[in-house]
């Protein structure tokens, strides 16, 4: 059975015969008995079952409990008790010895005798163990601690004596039980209460591992970031737009103010609704296999259709058709300011209902990375996954109107660029554009199922940051190169093609065979093409790769990602710096991705991450970032 906790992580181990749990410090492990040596902060050392070993994590999210509610008081003697030292005497050894307490001491030796206790190292003891164990020498701290448990009762007990209730313990070692039933029964009446506790924590103060936090960071600057954000990114993305569309595309030039009618056609809204429900009714359909998400901060498991493919693949062959019935397919760029202002439109209207929504939504459906804070949970989302029934509002947009349409936008912009520059076929620029931004797609929608992992989907809820990112930002801002080559064609030479496409394959290969490892490992963690590959154990049970593509660097799929967003610019040439704000938008999102990633999984993680950040000290790019 692999272990769950690593060498040097700091867990809660509990206390032999008891409920308590204290901070401890994993020593070692033995692979045969199945037993891991802890060291309390006092400096005693015992052999702990996994069982009786908890991750730091799951005392956060009960303790967080304890500061608000009337359930929270009801709890509140159980955690004072709880944070006595290891190192005190229970209460009960200080006080005068009552009969009944007697009996209480008996029963406590009893539980006692059930943690295998082992002889002094400082006196040159060993035993033998006599089911055969291997020789152990151990410290005389263990035994002490038991005496501090039983002092009343066998004050003066000799060291000789602490030996023989170790060897008599030694049979029972492989199958102690460290609560009697009767206590069992009694505690986990106090688990279930905190439970309710637990869940009586308002999930608008929880973080993403399901803690409590009074005080919570917020990301993208707060309330203010989150106001500049939404009011800036649509009108900065139609600026873009418009200057890109000038004949001279320089920063400095500054375009005018189009006239209304050149911003806003209903009938483009209503193409754009189209599309979007076209692209909704290809989500139901009942094909493709349905697969289970990560767990939820309540266990439960969604379930997602996997058919983001087969929608590509039908989509495909109603353009195919519509183009082969003579629309006029490449007349959609001179509408395409109205269709970009659509999808802000449509995007701001899906933000309203989503935060409308969520109002009703139960706790328990909330994103962690809700605040509490409206202006702020209409930006981040408040519900994690919004589902109209069993239609999941976040997942369909994550990759199919934006992504699919992305597609079908630079296929406009290949036909604009025929039509307006008079040519026979696309010009090279064109054609590597397209093909290097349709295998990124064609990709993303062949492991459409990577994506129930990603932070969109576990992490930030639905709200406007993500219907305004996955519906406008990434159709009309990736296939900006795309746009910007309609109006000024680049002409590319084939050296310099084939030194661009082995730049975008180089990319391709990190950025796929990245993802691809990662994602092996964490649907089976034994996979034998992944045994080669060096890991660190982390108390969540879920281990970190630190060989392979993610020892080169700490976010190698990230550099792919970079590597090929280069190759997607290098076509449109030198002259305007436009069709390269993709690459450096990019390079800022991701350096900014990786922080809230790196903080998610400092938080998750703990001690076994700032190994992994010790054994691969760099983020992105080696020996640079
Ligand atoms: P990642 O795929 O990078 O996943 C990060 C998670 O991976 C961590 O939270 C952790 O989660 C796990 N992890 C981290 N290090 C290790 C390790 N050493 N071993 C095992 N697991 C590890 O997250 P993203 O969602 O940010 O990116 C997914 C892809 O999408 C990337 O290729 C990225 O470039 C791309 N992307 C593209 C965007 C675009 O606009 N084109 C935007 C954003 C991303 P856990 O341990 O819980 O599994």
Redesign the pocket.
Known sequence: MPRKFADGEVVRGRWPGSSLYYEVEIMSHDSSSQLYTVKYKDGTELELKENDIKPLTSFRQRKSGSSSSSPARRRGSRSRSRSRSPGRPPKSSRRSVSASHQADLKERRKEVLEVKLIPLKSFGNSISWSNGEPERVERVERVERVERVEQNDRPHQSLQDKFHLSQESSYISTQYSLRPRREEIKFKEIDSKEEEVVTKVPASSRTFDGTATQTKDLEFGGVPGACLLMLGLPAFLILLLLMCKQKDPSLLNFPSLPAWHNLWETRVFGAYLLWFFFQALLYLLPIGKVVEG?PLIDGRRLKYRINGFYAFLLTSVVVGAAFFWGVKLGDVYNHFLQLALGAIVFAGLLSVYLYARSLKAPRNDLSPASSGKAIYDFFIGRELNPRIGAFDLKYFCELRPGLIGWVLINLVMLLAEMKLQKRAAPSLAMILVNSFQFL?VVD?LWFEE??L????I?HDGFGFMLAF?DLVW?PFI?SFQAFYLVSHPNEVSWPVASVIVALKLCGYVI?RC??SQ??A??KNPKDPRLAHLK??H?S?G?????SGW??FV??P??L???IM?LAWSLPCGFNHILPYFYVIY?TM??IH??AR?EH??KR??GVAWDK?CQR?PYRILPYIY
């Not at 992992?453 to 969109?456: L, V």
């Not at 879920?542 to 630190?546: A, H, I, M, P």
Request: a positive charge; aromatic letters at 18%.
């Open positions: 990560t990124y993303a990577a994506v992992t990603t932070m969109d576990i990112g990434v990736y950025f990245a993802n990662k994602n490992f964490r890991t660190i982390t969540t879920k281990d970190l790769l630190v993610w020892g700490r976010h799929n990230y792919g990602d970079l967003a990019f999102l991701l991705r990786e990633d998610h999984c998750k993680y992994y691969v």
